[in-house]
């Protein structure tokens, strides 16, 4: 039977009450952390605010950020009163590191460099540039989980790294910090977050466990139909206005940097196997570039998958963001984009990363769906490109 819906990564109830009783172990082997501090957050903004703090950032202080962003990543350096300049991103989400190393400037603070879909950064050179300048290196990771950079784990070459677990595990919370031992050692926060707080936020991942098995039993399938509709309703989408602000929920709360990451998220982090789910990623992501390799009107934004790349998502340009966007939901598949803006930073001077976020989709690849679930988005894909509009982005 094939798939009725492919959402985004769920959890049974079964597999969240049994980490909420798998007793609290020492150390997470997650990442071999090459000598690193390795600080546990309830979000991967937290992590970001904490390092802030590590680095004494100071108001007025500069950090150059992308303008590929969905904001939770620069909301934590505004917060801390830093002057955020962002540099541009193009359609292959290259970053163009000899503009990037002519505009560190004594002002510069941090450099900040993001792994976008876990296909990580050329990291070399800018380095490099940041040491000779005192400019703090930090990159963000929060959809690099398990991704390989040369032969080692993305995060351990500049200063500093921030991670996300809910981008690629099926955790209701979750960040962490890497930061090298010179800034001292690091406070854990020690405040398990409010049990509420967890709960509310492990409803989404039982709801998508539902709509991910949706073909396999009437119940599944009716609670599956129910739970679509409210996904469909939260779901990033451009609602059709100009540069629409970000999403309030990617907002930085400073009161929850004392939170770390909740009994159930660390217990899921402890037993994932991260070699597994980076197989089951590159088999997904493969199988769409293979599949969809000359659909008229759908193009591939990584038109390649290197080795060591754990794919958080299969970014797409479709020739009218709004037609694939309609179109794929309507089949309960997750499509999702950063259309959002931080408010109050110079967007015009950065055309490339606008184009990406008034255009880019992603398709999911996570480690739930399965080769007919797969088959069933590259099916989808298809059908919509036969009546797609002409359009520019591809
Ligand atoms: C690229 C990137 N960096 C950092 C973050 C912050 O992660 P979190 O949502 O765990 O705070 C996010 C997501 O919100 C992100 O997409």
């Not at 950090?63 to 962003?69: G, I, Q, T």
């Not at 977050?193 to 936020?201: E, L, M, N, V």
């Not at 509709?229 to 451009?238: L, Y």
């Not at 994932?272 to 493969?286: K, L, M, P, S, T």
Request: net charge positive.
């Amino acid at each position: 039977m094939s798939p009725a819906a492919c959402d985004g990564l769920g959890a049974s109830p079964l597999r969240l009450a049994s980490a909420l009783t798998q007793p609290r172990r020492g150390a997470l082997n997650w990442i071999e952390a090459g000598g690193r501090s390795v600080v546990y957050t309830h979000q991967g903004r937290n992590a970001i605010a904490l390092f802030c703090r590590m680095a004494g950032l100071r108001p007025g202080d500069q950090v150059l950020a992308p303008a590929y962003n969905c904001g939770a990543e620069i909301d934590p350096f505004v917060k801390a009163g830093a002057r955020v300049v962002l540099y541009d991103v193009d359609r292959r989400l290259e970053i163009d590191v000899d503009r990037i190393v002519a505009a560190l400037s004594p002002a510069t603070r941090i450099l900040y460099v993001t792994h976008f879909f876990g296909f990580p950064q050329p990291l070399g050179e800018l380095a490099a540039a940041c040491g000779k300048q005192g400019v703090l290196l930090m990159e963000d990771c929060a959809q690099a989980l398990y991704s390989v950079s040369g032969d080692k784990p993305a995060g351990l070459a500049g200063d500093a790294a921030v991670f996300s677990f809910v981008k690629t595990l099926p955790v209701p919370d979750g960040g962490a910090l890497l930061a090298d031992r010179r800034f001292g050692p690091p406070r854990q926060p020690e405040k398990q977050p409010p049990a509420a707080a967890t709960g509310r936020a492990c409803l989404p991942l039982v709801k998508r466990w539902l709509v991910n098995s949706a073909s396999s039993s009437p119940l599944h399938r009716l609670a599956g139909s129910v739970a679509l509709r409210h996904s469909r309703a939260s779901t990033a989408a451009s609602d059709g206005r100009r540069r629409p602000p970000m999403l309030s929920s990617n907002r930085y709360v400073e009161a929850r940097t004392a939170w770390t990451m909740s009994r159930v998220a660390r217990a899921i982090l402890a037993a994932a196997d991260g070699a597994e789910v980076a197989r089951a990623r590159r088999r997904n992501f493969q199988f769409l570039l293979e599949a969809l390799r000359s659909v008229p009107g759908f193009e591939p934004a990584l038109p390649a998958l290197p080795e060591g790349v754990s794919p958080m998502a299969f970014p797409f340009f479709g020739s009218s963001r709004s037609y694939w966007y309609s179109q794929l939901t309507a089949k309960g598949i997750l499509v999702q984009g950063w259309p959002g803006y931080y408010p109050g930073l110079d967007w015009d001077a950065c055309p490339g990363a606008c184009f990406l976020k008034d255009e880019l989709l992603t398709l999911p690849v996570h480690q739930g769906l399965t080769e007919a679930h797969m088959q069933y988005i590259a099916d989808a894909v298809r059908a919509a490109a036969k009546l797609a509009p002409a359009g520019s982005a591809c």
